[in-house]
C-alpha cells in the first residue's frame, strides 16, 4: 500500500512563494510518474503539474506553466511542488498523487490511484 502527505501550505500574499512537499511511503518510489493536483471551493479537480519516474520530463498546467516547478528527489522518496508568483486564483487544496496504471505522464486524475490527504493553499490578494 502507497501513502502520501503532503506538507508546506499555508497563507501567502499574492507574488509570494511556497514550496509543497509530498513523502510516499509504503512501496518503491521510483518507479512510477507523480503528479500536483488542486481543488478549489465549488470546482473540480484540476492537474497542476507532472514529472515521470526518472524525472527527465515534467508537464505543467497552462495556468501555472512558467510560476511552478515539480521536482522529486527518488533517495529521500520525496516529490516537490515550488510555487513563485502566487495568484489568488491558485488558492485550492492542494494534492499529490501517484500512479501505477502508466509510465508516462498524465493529466487525468481517474488514471492516479494513490493520493495523499491535501493540504490548503490560501493567497490573499
Known amino acids: 500500500q502507497v501513502q502520501l502527505v503532503e506538507s508546506g501550505g499555508g497563507l501567502v500574499q499574492a507574488g509570494g512563494s511556497l514550496r509543497l512537499s509530498c513523502v510516499v511511503s509504503?512501496?518503491?518510489?521510483?518507479?512510477?510518474?507523480m503528479g500536483w493536483f488542486r481543488q478549489a471551493p465549488g470546482k473540480e479537480r484540476e492537474f497542476v503539474a507532472a514529472i515521470t519516474w526518472r524525472g527527465a520530463n515534467t508537464y505543467y498546467a497552462d495556468s501555472v506553466k512558467g510560476r511552478f516547478t515539480i521536482s522529486r528527489d527518488n533517495a529521500k522518496n520525496m516529490v516537490y511542488l515550488q510555487m513563485n508568483s502566487l495568484k489568488p486564483e491558485d488558492t485550492a487544496v492542494y494534492y499529490c498523487?501517484?500512479?501505477?496504471?502508466?509510465?508516462?505522464?498524465?493529466?487525468?486524475?481517474?488514471?492516479?490511484?494513490?493520493w495523499g490527504q491535501g493540504t490548503q493553499v490560501t493567497v490573499s490578494s
Open positions: 498523487a501517484a500512479t501505477t496504471y502508466r509510465v508516462e505522464i498524465t493529466t487525468l486524475p481517474t488514471e492516479y490511484n494513490y
Open positions: 509504503g512501496r518503491t518510489f521510483s518507479s512510477f510518474p
